[in-house]
C-alpha cells in the first residue's frame, strides 16, 4: 500500500529556515506527480506546492513563492520541501500527498514559527 512519511518539522524562529522531507513506498515514484499541502489549525488544508513525476513542472501557490522549494530525488523515492523566510502565517501541519488511485496522504509535520 502506498505510505508516506513526513520528517523535518520543528520550531523555528520568523525569518529561519527548514527542510521537509518526504519518503514514498508502496508505488512507482517516478511515475507520480507529489504535493505539500498545510493545514493551520481552524482552517482548510491548503495546496503549497507541486511537482510532476519528471520534477520539469512546479507550481506554488502565491503566500510561498520565492521563499519555498520543492524537489524530488526519484533515486530516493523522496520529496522535499525548502522552507526559507518563515513567517508566523507558516505554522501549519504539513502533509504530502500523492494521487494513485485514491487520495493518499501523510501523517504530516508540525511547523511551528515563533519567537
Given amino acids: 500500500q ?12 520568523p525569518g529561519g529556515s527548514l527542510r521537509l522531507s518526504c519518503v514514498a513506498s508502496g508505488f512507482t515514484f517516478s511515475a507520480y506527480g ?3 499541502y498545510r493545514q493551520a489549525p481552524g482552517k482548510e488544508r491548503d495546496l503549497v506546492a507541486t511537482i ?3 520534477g520539469t513542472i512546479i507550481k506554488y501557490a502565491d503566500s510561498v513563492k ?15 520541501l525548502q522552507m526559507n523566510s518563515l513567517k508566523p502565517d507558516d505554522t501549519a501541519v504539513y502533509y504530502c500527498y500523492v ?15 515563533s519567537m
Wanted: no cysteine; proline share 0%; aromatic share 8%.
Fill in 66 to 80: 520565492g521563499r519555498f522549494t520543492i524537489s524530488r530525488d526519484n533515486a530516493k523515492n523522496t520529496v522535499y
Fill in 99 to 113: 494521487l494513485v488511485k485514491i487520495r493518499n496522504w501523510g501523517q504530516g509535520t508540525q511547523v511551528t514559527v
Fill in 52 to 54: 510532476s513525476s519528471t
Fill in 34 to 36: 507529489l504535493s505539500w
Fill in 2 to 13: 502506498v505510505q508516506l512519511v513526513e520528517s523535518g518539522g520543528g520550531l523555528v524562529q
